[in-house]
């Protein structure tokens, strides 16, 4: 008789949730959870477990340390699209393969990137905290110079699911909507540029891309400084590329209009960080991504890739490298 999967979830997801996805294959499948939240509750539940269902927001992250504790180890699954809060290369050097969620939450990140930009060009949040205070800044807000989106040029940096949904949905408004990536994408409907030529022609630019060795840093104070005069910033990658300090000065010069940041380089920032309260920046808890319907997808993508390994089939988007088809150690 073969014995069950063991499968190792850890938070954030809820056990009731987790427990629901996997009553089909229940008896292929023992579903656990860490005794503790802390290192050696993870280390612990390790020992035994064949598939782990990761945490997203790194409080219990798979780091190399957490590696070399899980003998068994066949396969990872992040509830997520990002996979910045585990070792990835690590698992890679262990033949152990990693997917996510691909394409997931695209749709929800690349609309609140299109309606944090809606709310820079107007100044929505400036004008509703002015009058929140009991002012009437009606002359105020003509003086910030408000415009309309699509007189805009949108310049997207990164072209993966995020990145090209929210291509298509700016030029759906009318921009004149220009993107980078690595590697130049043969059917995209907007504009290749190199680097330096979009930041220097966009007036709104986006960023979308996924966080690496290389890509950190890459928008720093020189590279911000290229941007036309009162250009606005999206930020729905990861804060390590475009550093905190990087955006205040560009902010504090006039370079920035205005940013619109879901993610920062420590999550949370400090209580007295000033991005907490620059008038100019709309603040988000890293939560574009959130929607009801992201939620629902990242769900399903998880459900199917753990079944898929629990019945021998290949998983589907493994970031790692790693041969999808999950085999017991």
């Given at each position: ?77 992040m509830p997520s699209v990002g996979t910045d809060s585990i070792d990835v290369a690590a698992l890679a050097d262990a033949g152990v393969p ?23 060009c107007r100044n929505l949040v400036w004008g509703d905290r002015a009058t929140r205070q009991g002012g009437w800044p009606q002359m105020d ?105 990087a955006v205040l000065e560009a902010l504090d010069s006039g370079k920035l209009a205005g940013a619109a940041l879901d993610v920062f380089d ?64």
């Amino acid at each position: 008789m073969t014995m069950p999967w063991r499968i190792l979830s850890l938070p954030p997801l809820g056990e009731d949730l987790v427990r629901g996805l996997f009553a089909p294959v229940e008896n292929e499948a023992e579903v656990s959870f860490p005794k503790t939240r802390d290192r050696n509750g993870l280390h612990a539940a390790l020992a035994d477990a064949e598939i782990v269902i990761g945490d997203f927001t790194g409080a219990l992250a798979l780091d190399a340390d957490a590696v070399a504790a899980a003998p068994h180890l066949a396969f990872v699954q992040m509830p997520s699209v990002g996979t910045d809060s585990i070792d990835v290369a690590a698992l890679a050097d262990a033949g152990v393969p990693v997917a996510n969620a691909a394409g997931a939450n695209a749709r929800a990140v690349a609309e609140w990137a299109v309606g944090s930009a809606f709310a820079l060009c107007r100044n929505l949040v400036w004008g509703d905290r002015a009058t929140r205070q009991g002012g009437w800044p009606q002359m105020d807000v003509l003086a910030r110079g408000p415009r309309e989106i699509h007189s805009q040029r949108v310049g997207i940096v990164g072209y993966g699911a995020i990145g090209a949904e929210a291509a298509r949905l700016f030029q759906r408004l009318d921009c004149a909507v220009s993107y980078w990536t690595r590697r130049p994408r043969p059917d995209a409907t907007a504009t290749y540029r190199e680097l330096d030529d979009l930041v220097a022609n966009s007036d709104i630019l986006v960023l979308a891309l996924p966080l690496t060795d290389e890509t950190r840093g890459l928008f720093d104070r020189d590279r911000l400084a290229l941007l036309p005069d009162r250009a606005l910033l999206v930020n729905v990658a990861r804060g390590g590329i475009a550093p905190d300090g990087a955006v205040l000065e560009a902010l504090d010069s006039g370079k920035l209009a205005g940013a619109a940041l879901d993610v920062f380089d420590e999550e949370p920032p400090p209580d007295d960080h000033p991005l907490r309260s620059h008038e100019n920046v709309l603040l988000s808890p890293h939560a574009a991504g959130g929607s009801a319907q992201a939620q629902l997808n990242i769900v399903s993508a998880v459900r199917d890739n753990v079944v898929a390994a629990v019945e021998g089939r290949q998983v589907e988007n493994v970031v790692n490298g790693v041969n999808p088809q999950i085999r017991r150690r």
